[in-house]
């Protein structure tokens, strides 16, 4: 699935190429997807300029003037690419938004997890955005946001960074990551975890980010950008998808076990429990 670094490449790859134009339709050809595109969404939005494009969490939000906003989720599978001579529509092609002149901005999800909804009020009221915490890149969150909030909690803690009420946008990849960074077993209870190691792993998780994002985001299986290009923060995983091999600190095998029913790979050595 497209987590924080993935979306904000494609957002800042929209960004430039969008702001400012006109719309001139959106055709939607599938409206099953994660939930059904609204009727009449297509009216909505028809002769609208683009003001913004903007991302909380793993969402993406496009300004169309006023308040409203298009807000964009790429499920497990799904991509934005802006074409500028767009080919037919291939079968998993569910939504167009066609720009002045012959430039489409083309939403692609095969397995139909990503939804599209237009948001009339303030965005941070909208149901699939309200209950997020802080952005990790912002200020708002560091160590003692993550000490603080998990005091108590007995929930494995790459389960806890998971949730996206504790911070928007980890998901398995960057949370397995971090805490192999900041030497934090997975399955350590939250509220076990002292002030210290907190802010050693609120550091990992922006470092982990920061470096995906300078890399265009990490490619498993489905993620391009908004190019088509695919990221490659694959190359600098220390631990997720490297079960099995050395540890890039101490050279002990990696294992996996599955937390949250999400496979996690950890070091024995460097993280233990």
Known sequence: MPELPEVETTRRGLAPRLTDRRIETLVVRERRLRWPVAEGLETAVAGRRITSVERRGKYLLIGVGGERRLLWHLGMSGSLRVLAQPPPPQPHDHVDLRLAG??????????????????????????????????????????????????????????????????????????????????????????????????????????????????????????????????????????????????????????ERRIGQRATVWCPRCQRL
Request: aromatic residues 8%; charged residues 25%.
């Open 102 to 255: 012959p430039t489409v901005l083309r939403f692609n999800d095969p397995r139909r997890f990503g939804s599209l909804h237009l948001v009339d009020a303030a965005p941070e009221q909208h149901p699939l955005l309200a209950g997020l915490g802080p952005e990790p890149l912002d200020r708002g969150f560091d160590g003692e946001w993550l000490y603080g909030r998990a005091r108590g909690r007995r929930i494995a803690v790459k389960a806890f960074l998971m949730d996206g009420a504790t911070v928007a946008g980890v998901g398995n990849i960057y949370a397995t990551e971090a805490l192999h960074r900041a030497g934090i077993h997975p399955s350590r209870p939250a509220g076990r975890i002292g002030r210290g190691r907190y802010h050693r792993l609120a550091q990992a998780v922006r470092e982990v980010l920061e470096a995906a994002i300078a890399a265009g985001g990490t490619t498993l299986r489905d993620f391009t950008g908004s190019e088509g290009r695919p990221g490659y923060f694959r190359q600098d995983l220390r631990a997720y998808g490297r079960a099995g091999k050395p540890c890039l600190h101490c050279a002990e095998p990696l294992r």
